[in-house]
Every structure is written in structure tokens, then in C-alpha cells.
């Protein structure tokens, strides 16, 4: 039996292929797709302002209240933050990943890897609230800074305007450190994969050439290792953007856009904005893959 079954997908590939693709499409088509537009289609719906039920009619009146002043705040403090993560991954994961690919040892590069991939393996809120703990006016952070005789830096840190507040674990310093903790990984293991692919022999041929080790840096590692940034910066910069655990624990509780959803959706019953501003992170990392994909980024993948 099995093998004349086996005999007919051999005859029939049409066959094997939709027994092989017909379940993850129909799951992606089905749960995924279908659940997108599903959401698509609420935000389209309004809230009754007098009855307070949502109003199954096609309508912008949701948007226009999503672009409202106090909205837009939201969206752009959450933009400027997740930028910000953003970029302080890449300078954290850049060097990190170059270390570990060109200069370190196969035991010491097996220990780096694992550094990186250990905090994977703990609970996501676990890490949020320690962190919460170590930012805390009375926590390591602050004893540290008290022990090397830096409190007036921390104190100055402090007191900026924006980026400050009553302590580390209710400042956007904070929130920005947690966030880029958090996320890190996700720069650090893209990086490190698109520099591997950099063949050996063409940074030697760099150097046959002339070219100083700067020059070689600049001109051929930094392009080449791009599409691994890209890689890494759209999963810093998406997650950091739907994020709402990491704000309503750490921070001065300012609302960034996951935790909007999370308010109208839940307690103020408005599914149709909820909607609205879960489908405006999709439209911002739509934009950000075309300015990507124009700029060359996905060329080398």
C-alpha cells in the first residue's frame, strides 16, 4: 500500500507538491492572512459616541481620531525609541559579532555564541523584571555608580529632561537599556551569519592590493555584512515597536503603541481604534523594507 502510494506521487508531482505546500499555505492564507485582514477590516468600524458600540460601517472616522495630536505623540515617541534601540544594538552587535568571526578561537567563539543565546532560554518577563530591580533607586545599578564615585553622573543622567526621571527603572534611559538588552540577540545572530559568508580570500586579496585594513573594513565588510544589520534591525526595530510588556513595567509609563492597543482593546472597549494602531507598526515596517530594499540591503541575501 505505501509503496504504491509512494509510486503514485512519484508519477503525479503535482500531487507531492500540494501535499507539501497545501497545509502551510492554508495556514498562512486561513490563520495568518485572514486573521490580518479581519483586523484591516475593524479598523475600519467606529465607535457610537453616545451608545458606545462599535459601528459596523466602512468609514476613516477611526484613522481621523488615530491621527490626532495626543495619538501621533504615541506613535512618535515609540518611533523614536525604537529607533534608538535600534541603533545602539548595532553598535553593540557589530563589534561583538566582528570579535567573534574573525579573531576568536573555535572554544572561545562556542562561549561567545552561547552568551548570546543563553538569556534566550529564560522567561522573557523574568529578564524584564530583573532589570527592573537592578534600575531601581536602591538597586546594583545605582551602588554600583556609588562605589566608582560617579553618583553626580547618574544624578545628571537623571535630571535630563526626556531621557531622565526619579530613577533609572522609571527614565526612557532605562526603557532604552532593557529594550536593547532584550533585543540584542536578534542583531547579534544576523550580523554574525551575513560576516561568516565574507570569504577570507577576498579580504587577503584586499590586502594583496594595497588596501589597509581600514580601507578593506570600509569597503568591503561593512556592505557585505549589511544585509545581516538589516536582517537583525528590522527584528529590533518591529519588536521594540509592537512592544507592550517592556513599557508598562519599565519607564515613567507614558504610553508607546503596544500598550494603546492593549488599553483600547481591553478597557476601553474600542476595538475599532485597537485596530488602527495595530495595523499603523505594519504600515511603518512596510515602508521601512522598501527604503531597505531600495537602499541595496537585500541584494547579498
Known sequence: MIR?????????????????????LGWMLVIYLGSLAALLFQSFYHL?????????????????????????????????????????SVLIAFPLAYYSVRYAGKRLKVLLYFAVVLPLWSSYIIRVYAWKLMLA?????????????????????????????????VSNFGLFL????????????????????????????SGDLGARPLQTFRRIVLPLASPGVVAGSIFTFSLTLGDYIIPSIIGDSTPFIGMAVYSYQGTAGNLPLAAAFTVLPMVIMV???LGARKAGAFDAL
Do not use: C
Request: hydrophobic content about 50%.
Open 4 to 24: 504504491r502510494f509512494s509510486t503514485y506521487l512519484y508519477n503525479h508531482p503535482a500531487v507531492l507538491l500540494a501535499l507539501l505546500l497545501g497545509p502551510p
Open 48 to 88: 457610537d459616541g453616545f451608545t458606545g458600540q462599535v459601528v459596523r460601517e466602512l468609514s476613516f472616522l477611526t484613522y481621523r481620531d488615530l491621527f490626532s495630536a495626543a495619538h501621533m505623540t504615541i506613535v512618535l515617541k515609540t518611533m523614536v525609541m525604537a529607533l534608538s534601540v535600534t541603533m545602539g
Open 137 to 169: 533607586k536602591e538597586g546594583i545599578v545605582s551602588w554600583f555608580f556609588a562605589q566608582l564615585g560617579l553618583s553626580g553622573v547618574l544624578e545628571w543622567l537623571l535630571s535630563m529632561p526626556v531621557v531622565g526621571g526619579s530613577s533609572l527603572s
Open 178 to 205: 532593557v529594550f536593547t538588552y532584550i533585543w540584542l540577540p536578534y542583531m547579534i545572530l544576523p550580523i554574525q551569519s551575513s560576516l561568516e559568508r565574507i570569504p577570507h580570500s577576498l579580504l587577503d586579496a
Open 287 to 289: 515602508f521601512y523594507l
